[in-house]
């Protein structure tokens, strides 16, 4: 892990111009806000108006504020979903707007103008999202809620992909099943892969509901969100967001977690990609390929939320599986044929072709498909010539793959008291992928590997109202991230699994791959505490986030060794090569070459650094003039020093 110790200030002034209608902005937190203008008809400011917000999911009216001098108020730390958003003032028609849309790291603008009358009498309205107005601060985002999650179209089924149809947002080199490669980057990610207005993709900072989502070892997305039915918004800010969001600077991305409400809902899909259906390439048909390689994937899943007591406690629960089945081949591999095999065996007791031939368990080189065959030279003891070996072109073929993974979301939301609520939610993930010919198309048999792992995250939001000036906004969360690189099951019960990795110049390693097993396993707990108050034309927002990150890497390591196999003789001042061994004949030798080499690590392959950050915050949002706000933001980021636990003791000093 790389040694980060940053200190980091961020002074933030943005100014924003408000307008009078009900329009969306942006806010910073992982739940919404509403926030908006109260005028007369007449266009004079309504002071000490009441404002409330009710829930038209869960039933009930969680946010209360009142107007400044200015006509302005502000609620926040509200779930996302629909409200309604009440106005009442002496002298007054109450003003009822319907239908808004709250969403997490959002602020919706509701105002409006009360007309003269009763408080009997009320005016109702449907608000309206048709205008995309930046009003509330000078940031740049952008969000996508579920009408856009659940039908655009995106092939790796993560909604985080969605924010790629965003300005500045640009894409690497992402293949059907969202993959990427470091044909567009110089260095990859985890999961889906961006850069933002020309910043490095590993400057993105990743939430789910407000908290910590990052690979910390390669940046990217830890917990990958692959069931879209799970989550009801994706929020992207790319500048100039507030000082409640740090870490990222090249952006920060939010994904917000499905709700139940007072109405039982649900849905159950299946997906099936299928080469059964698909045409034969031509190139492919013209040389005699009548059928396409298995390749059929099923993903299937259900969703169902609701109430459990209503107005009160509420739940959602969604599960997906991914079943991937697929007949692959190998790359193409030059070896020895059944004669090559023959002529080598020939040669008498050799411990060197009797690893090589349990090494290739059965596969030889095609006799059809001839490559050029290779000389074993002369027997060094009789001086006399060996044949050559015939080799042919040959690649393993009708590899079944098994890819299995599923995922499991839960969340509960409850409104305890009319000033706490509480969320939880809960995610697990297992994946794994056996063989692994991704990475290692060119591995043997005796010698495949696997990877995969589980990963779970829960998180916990309280929201306490103090009055209608004070909220507080508590989290905490913990994630674990488990992955592996290792045998399998039968790689790891063969005996030639503990041997050194062999390479022969020529041929494919003779070995397990010399960088396996490998492995991480990051724990991270975090806690943000978010304090709201709002005072004449002042709202304040002060708050902290703590996280301490405990790591278990089981790093690259070559500690079953490795013997590489090179042409060519060993030449001494006194003696000269009278020619040119080939690689393999040093090898039936069991002589590396002039410059092979056998190399071995010996240590420990774990580290566990660890390391706390923390980041104290201070947000005012000014209301000089009912349409005139300036924005002004402190953040201090203390990311610490990782502490690590040795590979090797240290000495002071060597004696014999």
Known sequence: MRNVHRNLTVLVLTFAFVALSVVPGFAQTSNGTIAGTIT??????????????????????LGTAFTDATGGYRIDALFPGKYTVSVKAAGFS???????????????????????????SSVTVEASIGQELQT????????????????????????????????????????????TDNSSFSFRTNGLQFSVNGTSPRANNFLIDGQDNNDNSIAGQAFQPDNSAAYGEVTILTNSYSAEFGRGGGSVTNIISRGGSNTFHGSAWELNRNTYYGAIPADQGFNGVTSNPV????????????????????????TQWDRDRVTANGSPLTLPTANGIATLQSLGANANVDYLVAALAGLRGSSTNLAAPVSLGFDPVTGLPRPDVEMGHVERSGIGEKSNARTENVKVDWIAAEKDSFSARYIRSDSALTPDLFNFPNQLEPFDSQQGGPSQTVGATWVHTFSPRAVNEFRASFTEISFSFGPTPATAANPL?????ISVSGLPTLGFPSNLPQGRGHKTWQYQDAFSYSVGKHSFKAGADVTYLAVVDLIPFNSRGTILYVKGCAVTPTTACSYQP??????????????????KVFGSPVTKPFVTTYAPYLQDTWRLTSNFTLDLGFRYEYWGTPENTL??????ELSQ
């Open 40 to 61: 007369d008809v007449s266009g004079a400011a309504v002071v000490k108006a009441a404002v409330s917000a009710t829930s038209q999911d869960l039933g009930k009216t």
């Open 94 to 120: 109450e003003l009822k707007v319907s239908d808004v849309d709250v969403r997490g790291s959002y602020t919706s603008t509701v105002s409006g103008a009360l007309e003269v009358g009763t408080v009997s």
């Open 136 to 179: 509330q601060s000078g940031e740049i985002s952008k969000s996508f809620g579920e009408a856009e999650i659940g039908n655009l179209p995106y092939a790796n089924l993560n909604p985080i992909s969605l924010v790629l149809t965003g300005a500045g947002v640009a894409a690497g080199n992402q293949p059907a099943g969202g993959n």
């Open 295 to 318: 390749d059929n994937e099923n993903v299937f899943g259900y969703a169902f939320g609701g109430p459990i007591l209503k107005n009160k406690l509420f739940f959602f629960q969604t």
């Open 497 to 501: 699994f503990s041997h050194a990795a």
């Open 582 to 599: 080939t690689a393999l004949a040093n090898f039936v030798d069991d002589f590396t070459g002039p410059s092979g080499n056998a190399s």
């Open 647 to 652: 590979l090797f003791p240290a000495a002071e």
